[in-house]
């Protein structure tokens, strides 16, 4: 498998600021990569320095194998699709998508051609001639990509694609842009804030805290097995169950995360550290979220809805598969 992306102790201080702690990175080629994490955690800052538009303080950065600290952006196999787009408002679709062309001296019918066939590639055949303010956020958003693809970039460098977006078109983006990756074969890294839509795209992912990669896996190994605190929080809406309960319930002590979904719920009172009064119950459809307090320690279970939900105030048993506890050592 060949490494396409590849960071060793790379770090970038600002000032006072760390905003990438030693970062040791290696993306494969063909893959679709998401950096995940909260606000000011670095992952922007981790895009920028793979791109070239921030340089690391310190530490090796190689793309395809080619050391690339101080290389410039453009001559990196590079290409980044920024959140708010960045289109020419005064040009239209195709030239906006042909521009880099144009900068290449690429001869005008060849230009226009693949400029065409890249925004039939993005679903956006025939609407060359608009400029960007007569098209959708989500048309939009296409021809920043048709713009970014044009250019065969090995590597997609997407920062936040599809944030300005709303809730339903997000989702029918995120399988469209899935379905290209696939499909062209580049490597996809891309940046978001929304564990959803990492869990739903990505082949890996890695979580960001305080400028450090707190874990990297499949979504599968993220969400049920976190490494951490941190991850079990950001990434699912996971209980995460401190020492003491732990002990209590099943005898050996330690942190541990519990999938709510893991957790079967039966009427009235059973073993006194698993019986507790639901103090809350939200209706999401196929499933209802309830959140029993054991005294003092909150759980939440995912039931299917239906006549079956226990009523808030009434004193339920909670019971799980203890293999469906998923230990975590002492990391926060
Ligand atoms: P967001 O999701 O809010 O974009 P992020 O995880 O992408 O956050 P970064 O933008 O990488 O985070 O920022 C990491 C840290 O570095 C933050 O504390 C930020 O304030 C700081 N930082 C980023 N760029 C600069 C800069 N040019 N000058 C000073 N500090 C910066």
């Known amino acids: 498998m060949t490494t396409a992306v590849s960071l060793k102790a790379i770090t970038r201080r600002f000032g006072e600021v760390l905003a990438l702690d030693a970062i040791d990175l290696d993306i494969a080629e063909g893959e679709f990569f998401a950096m995940l994490g909260p606000s000011g955690s670095g992952k922007t800052t981790c895009l920028r320095v793979i791109a070239g538009f921030e ?45 880099s062309l144009m900068l ?48 065969q970039p090995k590597v997609l460098l997407l920062d936040e694609p599809l ?9 029918q983006m995120q399988e469209e842009l899935k379905s ?30 305080l400028g450090k990669i707190m874990q990297v896996g499949t979504p599968e190994e993220i969400y049920l097995k976190p490494a951490s605190r941190f991850v079990a929080d950001f990434v699912g809406s996971s209980n995460v169950l401190p020492p003491d309960f732990v002990a209590r319930t099943t ?10 979904e893991a957790i079967t719920v039966t009427a009235g009172a059973g073993q006194p550290d698993l019986t ?34 226990p009523l808030e105030g009434s004193v339920v048993t909670v019971d ?8 975590m050592d002492d990391t926060p």
């Open 104 to 151: 290449r001296k690429v001869p005008v019918a060849e230009r226009y051609s693949q400029a065409e066939a890249v925004l039939d590639m993005v679903k956006l055949a025939g609407y060359g001639m608009r400029r960007p303010g007569q098209l959708s956020g989500g048309q939009r958003q296409r021809v920043a990509l048709a713009r970014a693809l044009v250019n």
């Open 163 to 171: 944030g300005a977006l709303d809730l339903k078109l997000r989702e």
């Open 55 to 99: 340089q690391p303080s310190s530490g090796e950065l190689s793309i395809f194998g080619q050391r690339a600290e101080g290389v410039p952006p453009y001559k990196r196999n590079v290409n980044t699709v920024f959140q708010d787009y960045a289109l020419f408002p005064h040009l239209n679709v195709i030239d906006n998508v042909a521009y």
């Open 180 to 209: 290209l990756q696939k499909r062209l074969g580049i490597t996809f890294i891309f940046v978001t804030h929304d564990q959803g839509e990492a869990m739903s795209m990505a082949d890996r992912i890695a979580v960001f805290n």
């Open 320 to 327: 799980f598969d203890p293999s469906a506890l998923h230990r």
């Open 276 to 309: 507790g009064t639901v103090v809350a119950r939200n209706y999401l459809g196929a499933t209802t979220r309830i959140t029993v307090d054991l005294g003092g320690q909150r759980l939440h279970a995912v039931l299917p809805s239906g006549a079956g939900v």
């Open 251 to 260: 005898g050996k002590a330690s942190w541990a995360s519990l999938r709510p």
